[in-house]
């Protein structure tokens, strides 16, 4: 019998009112390749389960390597949010933030981060697609922000986005790619 082998910093199996808000990351992600940019999209949920806010990759389309979907969203919340309602929200991602993100994630004092896939998974898949390392290390969320509670990666939904990673880069030819 095959085991999944994919050790998440939580539980394997998503909640099922989150299913939906991982799906949509997994959307928004698509989205964001069919517009040229990287396969990523993120959802901020309040605490009582209302979508507050969603965005998606814009790195090619803007220009600027930093407009990864969590970051954006972290902006969001601290301009629109009071701290207590960051504290009870919880940021769905395609992809697991990457350092830069995980940082203004717990810099704005948001809550949970459930995500699709994980950087690790991320890592290897841009290696078996041939391309570059980013310029950042893809650490874990965990080491960069301890204190965060983080679920995934999602068995199934993982495997989709894998293949929006790989007919992206098929089409584009290469890429820094971190969520
Ligand atoms: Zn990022």
């Known amino acids: 019998m095959a ?5 998440g910093a939580g539980p394997a199996e ?20 069919d517009a040229g940019d990287f396969p990523f999209g993120s959802v901020l949920v ?4 209302r979508v507050l806010a969603e965005d998606r990759n814009r790195e ?9 979907p969590e970051i954006d969203l972290a902006r969001w919340a601290a301009a629109n ?22 940082a203004a994630h717990a810099w704005v004092g948001l809550g949970r981060i459930v995500y699709v896939s994980s950087s690790e998974q ?5 290696a078996e697609l041939g391309v570059t ?5 893809a650490l874990p969320i965990s080491q960069v922000a301890p204190g965060l509670v983080v679920q995934g990666p999602v068995p199934g939904l993982d495997e989709q986005v894998h293949e929006l990673h790989r007919r992206f880069l098929r089409f584009s030819g290469s890429g820094p790619a971190l969520s």
């Open 122 to 126: 991320l890592t290897a898949w841009l």
């Open 3 to 7: 085991a999944t082998g994919q050790a």
């Open 46 to 49: 309040a605490g009582d389960g």
């Open 14 to 33: 998503p909640a099922p009112e989150d299913l939906p808000h991982l799906r949509r990351c997994v959307e928004l992600a698509a989205e964001a390749a």
């Open 81 to 102: 949010m009071t701290a207590d309602e960051r504290a009870a929200a919880t940021v769905f991602t395609s992809g697991e933030h990457c350092p830069m993100c995980s």
């Open 60 to 68: 090619n389309s803007a220009g600027d390597a930093t407009r990864h």
């Open 133 to 137: 390392p980013p310029p950042v290390m």
